[in-house]
């Protein structure tokens, strides 16, 4: 539905009192009476001809023919002749742009706004709004305006923001639209008659019915047609009737959507407006749809397709081809529904009309269902999917980042009042030091709480007359953000507990042992305490990134081989003392083969578990917490159940939403962000499964996670080879056998690797850097080349490159820790045979060597025993004993300021410390990397965050040489 009220009465305004104010400013008495003979003649075709010949002569002074362009463009628009309406103004404009006539080049470009708005080209029109607004706001901020000329400039800025307002809430951005009319209401408020303010509240009625509060909008309406009719406002009235309509429509009260509809059909056809005509057919048509009508609506649909045409209306013209679609679709005939609603997609999508396109999806899917295109059907409905989720998800984000803009002014607002209230009381102070101590106490006291009273009532009779001036819209906005703000706020007292408790311990350890309170034979105990409670704080610190991740799309799973007993030996680990030490029974109970490999992400199932489990234990005083697996199906069963406090059915309602808890003491009493079981559930679903739960106050509960996942082929393998029960793999013969190049810059990276290269059989050749991978690949001609990425002179990518231009044939294989799937597939895109990540994964390594190399006796279950044999132990030691060398180097880059150096330092230290299972000191590595990356220039404060992190960095090398000395003592 159209609503072009505001544009209709300023089109009018702009077409009774604009000619006689140019006339008067230029003051050419000839041109004022050619204009009024002009516009004494009912035949407007006579008319555009008259002004022709007057804009032909060469005598006209620029005021004339600005003039004469400008009447010249509104007789086209009276005659609903939008396109040819847009060239006269357009010369109008320039005109005044090349005379620096700034109020008319305004002037001329709201025109035009107007114009291409009824032409449904929203863009434009609102590139032409506000290049016509900024005059008038720059006017009132530079001028000092005399009193009626600031009411003229007022009502002109306040037109053109509710001009704006109605494009974007035309092209379905209502949040936009909102902001407009809440900067067009005080204006009205201020200069505006009975008629605007009436205006504005029917406009804000119709976004209303955008965003489907009918209700609202319904009650609002009505009052408007009350006071229109009061006024005399047919027309106004007329349009209200036509969304009246529109809203009952879609609240499904089609009877009275249909009287509503043809009572503003009637006026608008007695009255020759052929645009709201148009609408109006195409509305009515809709309304027989509902009614299940199809030869009615057909009948008015084809009336909007022909009326809309002949005026270039384009927004009810894409609307009447899907209302035609859709009667053609109840009648049987498909065909003509998909050609109908075909035609309306393009309209929409030429006119960014989203509502529309995204209608038109589902329509399509549907049709082409019922024409038995089921994959094409499926992509419709995908996509219509997609852009109903897009759209949801973008209304919340602009949502989100004003709550979060309002919380902040609040909260400066408040830092300047306590300002404000201590400066205060240390004058007081000074001032009543004369006075005895009882005395002043007694004083300060009774002048700081009447000064509080009386700024609290004072603060609140401003806040009551602010809360007055808003209107009901307004304030239903404001209660949807009340209950954000709640939860919000528990969370952040939640979140500010979890963090302080961990960083109490660090900071009152790192302070004993910093004072020397702490004795040389604990520090070591003191040492752990730190990294317990540092990791505990990281582990905080990942949920709210894995949320963060989950939110927006980005959390990416990783499927692959593993064995479930291995998560449920790590799940008993974790919590069978915890357990003990409260006294409860911890058990486990699966009948499940070992072992059980499964192709399944399992370190977000161990995340969601151990989440599971932790609460378990932590709502639990007496009795046990039973942990239970099974397997049907192709599906994973795992339920765990306790005897701890319980829930009741309302809190279980809410438990696995964002920010929350069973009630908000929870936190008081056992702890906890509220993240978890969130965070828990929104993975489950990632995985395509989900979490029940069953519960009673008192009596327990049982959580019970399901998710469907394949069970692995090497799994049957491992199984066949344990019942075989075959020799041991140093009896067996027949390893692999070949040459394989392998080029990594890191020392002890290269030497893990060739190590189990060769444990297997292979012939390793190890180049430091990518020109030495070139040469000795086609020097040896190697069937596989796993190539590092990131390596000194050349890069892992340039030496691809380079072997591929001078003709080499063997595999190559990107060998790095950067294993995200949109880096992979860029690596595969360059030309690499496949990708190996780092730290290596021994079924995956297997799989790939076997491609290329002859393997004769041993099975894969067999290779991945005998390469979890190989001893690493030296390797690691070496690893950790060159860390304090690379902590040397990296402090001399970093105090030369040599952060390119210092970067791929880093860099290595991050891939090496993963190969050896070092996950802390890789993660901030990697973090450290990322920080040294980028601009040669940096900003005090991302200086200090990288000092911050190199002093983390140091400290996690401190803790692994610290321990790696206790195990060699």
């Not at 309209?347 to 989203?354: D, E, F, I, P, Q």
């Not at 803009?405 to 201590?422: A, G, I, P, T």
């Not at 690379?886 to 190969?915: F, P, S, W």
Request: aromatic share 8%.
């Amino acid at each position: 539905m159209e609503r072009f009220k505001p544009l209709l009465f300023c089109a009018l305004f702009i077409w009774l009192y604009f000619p006689s104010q140019v006339a008067a400013e230029n003051n050419q008495l000839d041109i004022e009476a050619e204009l009024a003979k002009i516009a004494e003649i009912s035949d407007k075709s006579l008319a555009i001809t008259q002004l022709q010949q007057l804009l032909s002569s060469n005598e006209l002074a620029t005021a004339q023919r600005y003039t004469l362009l400008i009447e010249q463009g509104k007789l086209f628009f009276a005659q609903t002749d939008y396109h040819r309406a847009i060239a006269p103004t357009l010369q109008a404009a320039k005109l005044a742009q090349q005379n620096n006539l700034a109020e008319k080049l305004a002037q001329a470009n709201k025109l035009l706004g107007i114009f291409y708005y009824f032409l449904g080209e929203y863009a434009q029109a609102l590139n032409y709004y506000q290049l016509s607004i900024q005059y008038y706001q720059n006017l009132s901020e530079t001028v000092d305006l005399a009193e009626q000329a600031l009411a003229d400039n007022t009502i002109s800025r306040a037109n053109l923001h509710n001009n704006i307002a109605l494009v974007y809430s035309s092209t379905g951005n209502s949040t936009l639209a909102l902001e407009s009319y809440q900067q067009a209401e005080p204006l009205y408020q201020a200069y505006g008659d009975d008629m605007d303010k009436i205006d504005i509240r029917y406009n804000i009625a119709a976004l209303h019915i955008n965003l489907k509060r009918f209700d609202i909008a319904i009650n609002m309406l009505k009052e408007v047609i009350i006071k229109r009719n009061e006024l005399g406002d047919e027309h106004g009235v007329a349009t209200a009737r036509a969304d009246l309509g529109v809203a009952y429509k879609d609240s499904g009260q089609y009877e009275l959507a249909k009287e509503h509809v043809m009572n503003a059909l009637k006026y608008f056809q007695q009255r020759g407006d052929k645009f709201n005509t148009a609408s109006q057919l195409h509305n009515i048509s809709e309304v027989f749809n509902e009614l299940q009508q199809a030869d009615l609506a057909i009948d008015y649909a084809k009336q909007a397709i022909e009326l809309s045409k002949e005026i270039s209306h384009q927004r009810a013209y894409a609307g009447a081809l899907q209302s035609l679609a859709k009667a053609y679709f109840y009648q049987g005939e498909l065909q003509l529904a998909l050609e109908n609603i075909t035609l309306s997609t393009q309209v929409a999508s030429k006119l960014n009309y989203k509502s529309l396109h995204t209608d038109n999806l589902a329509w399509s899917a549907l049709i082409m269902a019922a024409q038995q295109n089921y994959i094409q059907a499926s992509k419709n409905l995908n996509e219509y999917e997609n852009e109903k989720h897009n759209a949801t998800n973008a209304m919340l984000n602009e949502h989100l980042a004003r709550f979060e803009s309002e919380q902040l002014s609040q909260q400066v607002f408040r830092l300047e009042q306590n300002k404000k209230l201590q400066q205060l009381q240390l004058t007081k102070a000074e001032q009543q030091r004369k006075f005895i101590l009882i005395a002043l106490v007694l004083l300060l006291v009774l002048t700081f709480l009447m000064y509080r009273r009386h700024l609290e009532a004072r603060i609140t009779k401003e806040l009551e007359a602010r809360v007055t001036q808003r209107t009901l819209e307004l304030e239903a906005l404001t209660k949807e953000l009340q209950q954000a703000n709640q939860i919000k706020s528990q969370f952040l007292a939640n979140m500010s507990h979890e963090i302080r408790t961990p960083l109490t311990a660090i900071v009152g350890q790192a302070e004993a042992i910093i004072s020397g309170d702490v004795e040389p034979n604990d520090l070591a105990h003191e040492v752990d305490i730190i990294h317990g409670n540092s990791l505990h704080l990281l582990h905080l610190i990942n949920e709210i990134l894995d949320l963060s991740k989950i939110e927006a799309n980005k959390l990416e799973l990783e499927v692959k081989q593993y064995n479930l007993h291995c998560i449920i030996n790590d799940l008993v680990d974790i919590f069978k003392d915890q357990a003990v030490r409260k006294g409860l029974l911890f058990t486990v109970e699966e009948n499940l083969v070992k072992p059980f490999y499964l192709n399944i992400d399992g370190f977000r199932l161990k995340q969601i578990l151990i989440n599971l489990c932790a609460n378990a234990i932590k709502f639990t005083e007496h009795g046990e917490v039973k942990l239970t697996f099974s397997w049907q199906q192709g599906q994973l069963y795992v339920q765990v159940i306790d005897t701890g406090i319980g829930m009741s059915a309302e809190q279980i309602e809410h438990i696995f939403e964002l920010f929350s808890q069973a009630d908000n003491s929870i936190s008081r009493r056992f702890g906890g962000s509220g993240l978890g079981l969130y965070l828990s559930n929104q993975l489950a679903v990632l995985m395509s499964g989900s979490i029940r739960v069953e519960s009673e106050l008192a009596a327990g509960s049982k959580f019970q996670l399901t998710l469907p996942c394949q069970q692995s082929e090497f799994a049957a393998e491992f199984t066949h080879y344990q019942e075989a029960k075959q020799d041991s793999l140093e009896e067996e013969a027949g390893l692999f056998s070949g040459k394989i190049i392998l080029a990594d810059d890191h020392y002890d990276n290269r030497r893990l690797i060739a190590r189990l290269l060769s444990s297997i059989g292979l012939e390793v050749i190890a180049a430091s850097n990518g020109i030495q991978a070139v040469e000795l690949a086609l020097e040896h001609q190697a069937k596989l080349l796993l190539l590092d990425i990131q390596m000194p002179e050349m890069d892992g990518i340039e030496a691809l490159t380079k072997l591929r231009s001078l003709g080499y044939q063997g595999a190559i294989y990107a060998l790095t820790a950067n294993a995200m799937s949109h880096e992979i597939e860029h690596y595969m895109s360059l030309g690499f045979d496949g990708h190996l990540k780092k730290p290596i994964e021994r079924e995956q390594f297997i799989s790939v060597i076997r491609k290329y190399y002859q393997l004769d006796k041993y099975s894969d279950v067999q290779l991945s025993q005998r390469l979890a044999t190989v001893e690493l132990a030296d390797l690691a030691n070496e690893f950790t004993q060159n860390l304090s060398q690379d902590r040397a180097l990296l402090q001399q880059c970093t105090e030369a300021k040599d952060y390119n150096a210092a970067g791929r330092l880093v860099h290595k230290i991050a891939g090496a410390a993963q190969m050896f299972g070092y996950v802390e000191l890789s993660q901030l590595a990697r973090e450290l990397e990322l920080k040294l990356k980028g601009q040669p220039e940096r900003t005090a404060a991302e200086l200090a965050t990288i000092q911050d992190l190199l002093s983390c960095l140091f400290d996690e090398i401190s803790v692994i040489e610290h321990k790696a000395k206790g195990e060699s003592s």
